[in-house]
């Protein structure tokens, strides 16, 4: 049923047609989520996966992520995080484990850097994971609609969070 949302909803569907073709909304949300996974592998995960180096790896994310967070599809998750956040509902539990992995990629890319000394020590890699994807959202949410400003200083403000001269990272 998920791939029929997923159709359905790339398809141009209105909203009243997409809501007939599911008994609630849960599977369509789902099945949304599955198209924003799908997406930001494709536009976000694959440059980053690309780079050898983490730091360059970081910025291409802040870059891909920024430019991710200006589609409709972004937003709408942007939306469902505050909709859905108890972990005991399965969408809430898909954003939770959407978003943890998100942290993790992060905090894997934070360690390596530090292990080469390209990022200074700080606090753990985690908290520092979870305020590079606050400041790379926070800046794609507040420049919207600034293109191509927004991914880049939405890469100098997630620099700053990692303790890296903007400059060596733009």
Known sequence: MRET?????????TRGALYRRFKDNEPLVLAMLDLLDETWSHDVRRP????RDPVAALNALAR???????????????????DFSSPDDPVGRRLEQAADGLVRRCACLIEAGRRLGAIPAGPPART???AF???TEGTAIQLSGQTPHD???AAR???GVLGLDHQSVS
Do not use: K
């Not at 949302?5 to 569907?13: E, I, L, Q, R």
């Not at 980053?48 to 780079?51: D, G």
């Open 133 to 135: 994807i606050g400041a």
């Open 48 to 51: 980053v996966e690309r780079e």
């Open 64 to 82: 891909g992520h920024a430019a991710f967070c200006r589609q409709d599809l972004a937003r709408l998750a942007m939306a469902l995080r505050l």
């Open 5 to 13: 949302g997923c159709d359905a909803f790339m398809g141009g569907y």
């Open 151 to 153: 991914q880049a200083l």
């Open 157 to 159: 403000a997630a620099a």
């Open 128 to 130: 520092v994971a979870m």
